[in-house]
């Protein structure tokens, strides 16, 4: 009897301790490194100075900040214990530090930061690409077609062949991904088209039409937009359904999605910029005049569900820093960061950013820094 009560204890202790490891843990840690942070005090100048240090900081760790993988049940967790190190190695090389880096060499580029430019090309070409252009990781969904515009600005400024390469490289592999009439599928597994797919290729896309004189490349990523504007937008708003079913064409998720909007924003900002095709431009100039109509309309435009205050992170900071981005190139207005300010931390570290969806209508709870939003906030001093 002794020992069977033993057994028990042993495995509700055990049991007990993998729940508070899996479902408990993060949370805690979370609130310990970014709960009793102190908020940046100071003017917009000294503000963009920490946020570029930040990110510059951000490059160089090995650790990855935005929270990619939101816990579910409990079977899936045991499970996943045992390959989360993997999984975690492979982060390094998803769309949030491809933001990063983008923007850190645009940043550098743009201030004239030589020194800086140099130690961030070095780490770069050392982990992320071979000296023949080929990626130095494994490439194997839509999102890291963003790496392929990091080869585009170092080829822009350095003329180095490998870069050229590495942009041709995504080029085909995104043409390897498309049906006949261009349109790549963000996950063919799932059998839905997500907006997620618009923020991923439009802008490498076009950078590339821009740089090689590629028609192919411009005419992609308009046929991708409007394949979403035909399918994927809610009529009334201008904004975009998470998804819409491939087959049905049934709509799919919430159509006020914040960090959607942003990808979706992302596709208009690029096509307006590089469009050779005027008629295309105004297509792009007519949704966003109809999707500020709406952001200026409605409460709460920054929570993780746009015009709701009970959103599960009731201010994301993607939303906010990436339409900051948008609007300064777009508009060339100065923008007012007072209501991300609360969000950044004495040394520059913007924090309330959700963390990346499970899939539909399946959205984070939790919040993190994150390379992504640490990288829009940066584009957006520029």
């Keep these: 009897m002794l020992y069977f009560l033993l057994i028990l204890l042993v495995v509700f202790f055990s049991f007990s301790s993998i729940l508070f490891y899996i479902y408990v843990y993060p949370y805690i840690m979370n609130n310990i490194s970014y709960g009793k942070k102190k908020c940046f005090e100071g003017p917009v100048i000294e503000l963009e100075k920490v946020v570029f240090k930040q990110a510059y900081k951000m490059a160089f760790s090995k650790r990855n900040f935005m929270s990619m993988h939101e816990y579910s049940d409990f079977k899936t967790e045991c499970l996943r214990l045992f390959y ?65 515009l990091i080869s585009l600005v170092l080829y822009n400024q350095t003329k180095e062949d490998k870069y050229r390469e590495n942009a041709k490289f995504f080029f ?130 920054y929570s993780q569900f746009i015009g709701l205050r009970h959103s599960p992170v009731g201010f994301d900071s993607s939303v906010f820093a990436s339409l900051a981005f948008i609007r300064r190139r777009i508009f060339s207005i100065d923008i007012d960061y007072s209501e991300i300010i609360k969000r950044i931390t004495s040394d520059g570290m913007v924090l309330s950013t959700s963390g990346d969806t499970l899939g539909i209508n399946n959205y984070a709870r939790v919040t993190s820094p994150s390379e992504f939003t640490q990288a829009m906030l940066l584009l957006s001093f520029i």
């Design 172 to 301: 085909d592999y995104l043409l390897s991904n498309a049906d006949e009439a261009g349109i790549v599928v963000y996950r063919r597994v799932t059998g839905l088209q997500h907006v997620d797919v618009l923020g991923m290729i439009i802008p490498f896309l076009m950078e590339y039409s821009k740089l090689f004189s590629e028609a192919q490349a411009e005419k992609i990523a308009f046929e991708n937009l409007s394949y979403y504007i035909k399918y994927g937008l809610d009529e009334h708003t201008g904004l975009p359904f998470h998804a819409f079913d491939l087959k049905t064409k049934y709509k799919q998720g919430p159509m006020n999605w914040g960090r959607g909007l942003v990808w979706f924003y992302l596709g208009l900002l690029f096509i307006k910029e590089d469009a050779s095709d005027i008629e295309h431009k105004n297509i792009v100039t007519n949704l966003i005049t109809k999707i500020e109509s709406y952001l200026s309309a409605v409460d709460f435009p």
């Design 84 to 148: 989360r190190r993997n999984h975690y190695q492979e982060e390094r090389f998803f769309f949030p530090r491809a933001f990063l880096f983008y923007a850190l060499f645009e940043y550098s580029i743009k201030r004239n930061l030589s020194n800086e430019f140099k130690a961030l090309k070095g780490l770069y070409d050392s982990v992320f690409i071979h000296q023949d252009g080929s990626p130095g990781f494994k490439v194997d969904r839509i999102d890291q077609v963003v790496f392929g």
